[in-house]
């Protein structure tokens, strides 16, 4: 027999295998299919972890680092992914994005499902040194994946270097170093002809 509490748990855990069906416009580092939000969550949990010393803040909690990775982009099962440079699905994206969370972390118990929704909202407001460097690989991930790719994402959808700058910007607030790589990475991609000036 199941207690309610592990039912909340575990009827939560199935909701959230549907992020595997969640297609991002980034492309996986070979370029042959479209990354899921369950990939990129992972993916930049680890990178969080990986990368610590990189943090500005040498304080930087990590393992809260880690789970606001994990769970940034959970509510999209509902509210969809909304591509980072397209300025009308971004209208709606607050509104989409509250209804979801409401509904997905309401499956939890109470305090696991205010401790990840206080979490998610956290990670979207970056405000605090843990948002932004978990923002940060949030940022960092599908320039690793474009370049890796040769542009795919950016030159499917005409997107500049000037567009991506501003959309890593506050990289430099949390992370210099991997800013300044960032940066770099994005001049090799313009001189390979991965990405338009």
Same mark, same amino acid.
């Given at each position: @027999? ?8 575990? *009827?939560?855990?199935?909701? %959230? ?30 990178? &969080?972890?990986?990368?610590? /010393?990189?943090?500005?803040?040498? *304080? %930087? +909690?990590?393992?809260?680092? @880690? ?5 940034? +982009?959970?509510?999209?099962?509902? $509210? ?14 607050? /509104?989409?994005?509250?209804?979801? &969370? +409401? ?7 109470? +305090?696991?499902?205010? /401790?990840?929704?206080?979490?998610? /909202?956290?990670?979207?407001? @970056?405000?605090?040194?843990? $948002?932004?460097? $978990?923002? &940060? ?37 949390? $992370? ?12 090799? &991609? ?8």
């Amino acid at each position: @027999m199941v207690n309610e509490r592990l039912k909340k748990q575990l *009827d939560f855990i199935l909701e %959230v295998d549907k992020t595997k069906n969640i297609f991002r416009r980034s492309l996986i580092h070979d370029g042959s299919r479209r990354e899921n939000d369950a990939e990129h969550s992972w993916h930049i949990a680890l990178m &969080a972890f990986l990368f610590s /010393e990189y943090s500005k803040d040498s *304080d %930087v +909690d990590i393992l809260k680092v @880690m789970k606001m990775c994990l769970i940034h +982009d959970i509510i999209e099962i509902d $509210a969809g992914d909304t591509f980072c440079y397209d300025e009308l699905g971004r209208l709606d994206k607050l /509104e989409r994005e509250q209804k979801a &969370a +409401d509904r997905i972390f309401g499956l939890l118990p109470d +305090d696991q499902g205010k /401790e990840l929704r206080e979490l998610w /909202e956290e990670f979207d407001a @970056m405000e605090t040194p843990e $948002a932004k460097y $978990a923002a &940060a690989f949030d940022r960092l991930e599908p320039i690793l994946l474009n370049y890796a790719n040769k542009g795919g994402t950016w030159q499917e959808y005409n997107i500049k270097k000037s567009q991506v700058l501003e959309r890593i910007n506050h990289i430099s607030d949390s $992370a210099p170093e991997l800013y300044e790589f960032a940066v770099s990475l994005l001049d090799k &991609a313009i001189e390979q002809g991965y990405l338009p000036e």
